[in-house]
Structure formats: structure tokens, C-alpha cells
């Protein structure tokens, strides 16, 4: 009876391990955008400061979770006059939002919800999430990455600039690692 004890805290104990609480690294986690530029090609970049955290649990994933924080002002699109004009109040006005933030409320293994907060404004959003892959890496940590796309319009964020029909959605591409804390 005890071994039977014995075996059946183990593999609970096991389960419960596969829960675990990660930290964006942030040389592996990128928020890339695009946007149409004059309906004849593509205006790309990505955001250089993120951070944020993030719960995983294979076994579990209705109850992961994610919080990211963007530094607006770290926006790059490879042109500085560029980014500067990005900066200014036409678009994220980084002097008055210096920073953007999604905190999920669920995870249904596929379809992550949460709220989405840029240029002041807080919307609820869901969008598709893949897992790419977990384990441990060279350095002895543990790691999980993720991927996912979300069409945001700027107008429902307060970004009223207009650069014409083909700029209104911005699409963003989120690819996270996170090393298990």
C-alpha cells in the first residue's frame, strides 16, 4: 500500500512539474508588423523591446497565459525618419503611450483571448496561437516558443492618420520563447 502511495504522489507530483512559468528572452522574441503601402507593396517592421512572461502547461492548456509589454518607441522599419514620423502623434505617440500591452483571460489550446492596450485604447482581441516547439536547450534551461497573427485596424485603436484604404490593418506576427524560470 505504501509503494501504491508512494507511486501515486510521484506521478502526480510529475504532472504538477509540467506546469511552469517562463520569462520572454528577448534576443528570441519578436513582434513584426506590415502594412500595405499605397496598395503596391508591403511597409514591414517590428518592435526591438518587449518583455513579458508567460504559463505553460501541455497537459493543460486552458490554463496558460500571457503578458507582454511593448516599448513603442523601439519601433523599427529601417528608415529613421521613418520611425520618427511612427513616433509622432500622427501614429503611437510614444511621448503619451510609451508602451503597449496584451494580457490574455484564455487560452482554449488553439485561440488565445485577452486585451489588447495601444494608443490608450483597451479592446478585447483573439487570435490563433501555435505552438513551435519545447525542451531544453544547450545552457541546461528549458524552453517554449510560440507563434501567431493578428490584422489589427488602426482605427479601432485611435490611429486615425490616413494613409489610405491599403495601410487601415496592420498585421502583426508574434513569435515568443521563453525560458522556464
Same mark, same amino acid.
Given at each position: 500500500?505504501?509503494?501504491? $502511495? &508512494?507511486?501515486?504522489?510521484?506521478?502526480?507530483?510529475?504532472?504538477?512539474?509540467?506546469?511552469?512559468?517562463?520569462?520572454?528572452?528577448?534576443?528570441?522574441?519578436? &513582434?513584426?508588423?506590415?502594412?500595405?503601402?499605397?496598395?503596391?507593396?508591403?511597409?514591414?517592421?517590428? !518592435?526591438?523591446? &518587449?518583455?513579458?512572461?508567460?504559463?505553460?502547461?501541455?497537459?493543460?492548456?486552458?490554463?496558460?497565459?500571457?503578458?507582454?509589454?511593448?516599448?513603442?518607441?523601439?519601433?523599427?522599419?529601417?528608415?529613421?525618419?521613418?520611425?520618427?514620423?511612427?513616433?509622432?502623434?500622427? !501614429?503611437?505617440?510614444?511621448?503619451?503611450?510609451?508602451?503597449?500591452?496584451?494580457?490574455?483571460?484564455?487560452? /482554449?489550446?488553439?485561440?488565445?483571448?485577452? /486585451? $489588447?492596450?495601444?494608443?490608450?485604447?483597451?479592446?478585447?482581441?483573439? !487570435?490563433?496561437?501555435?505552438?513551435?516547439?519545447e525542451g531544453k536547450d544547450p545552457w541546461g534551461g528549458y524552453r517554449a516558443g510560440f507563434t501567431g497573427t493578428y490584422d489589427l485596424k488602426r482605427s479601432e485603436f485611435g490611429i486615425d492618420k490616413n494613409?489610405?484604404?491599403?495601410?487601415e490593418v496592420i498585421k502583426l506576427e508574434l513569435n515568443v520563447e521563453g525560458i522556464r524560470k
Amino acid at each position: 500500500m505504501k509503494k501504491i $502511495l &508512494i507511486a501515486a504522489a510521484l506521478t502526480a507530483s510529475a504532472g504538477l512539474a509540467q506546469a511552469a512559468d517562463y520569462e520572454l528572452d528577448p534576443t528570441h522574441s519578436f &513582434i513584426n508588423f506590415k502594412t500595405g503601402h499605397l496598395g503596391v507593396s508591403w511597409l514591414q517592421g517590428r !518592435f526591438n523591446d &518587449i518583455s513579458g512572461n508567460f504559463s505553460w502547461d501541455a497537459d493543460k492548456p486552458s490554463n496558460a497565459m500571457i503578458d507582454i509589454t511593448i516599448n513603442t518607441a523601439s519601433v523599427d522599419s529601417n528608415h529613421a525618419e521613418r520611425d520618427k514620423h511612427l513616433r509622432s502623434d500622427d !501614429f503611437l505617440d510614444v511621448k503619451k503611450y510609451p508602451t503597449a500591452t496584451f494580457k490574455s483571460t484564455g487560452f /482554449d489550446g488553439k485561440m488565445l483571448n485577452g /486585451d $489588447l492596450t495601444l494608443h490608450g485604447v483597451t479592446k478585447p482581441i483573439s !487570435f490563433e496561437v501555435t505552438k513551435v516547439g519545447e525542451g531544453k536547450d544547450p545552457w541546461g534551461g528549458y524552453r517554449a516558443g510560440f507563434t501567431g497573427t493578428y490584422d489589427l485596424k488602426r482605427s479601432e485603436f485611435g490611429i486615425d492618420k490616413n494613409l489610405g484604404p491599403a495601410a487601415e490593418v496592420i498585421k502583426l506576427e508574434l513569435n515568443v520563447e521563453g525560458i522556464r524560470k
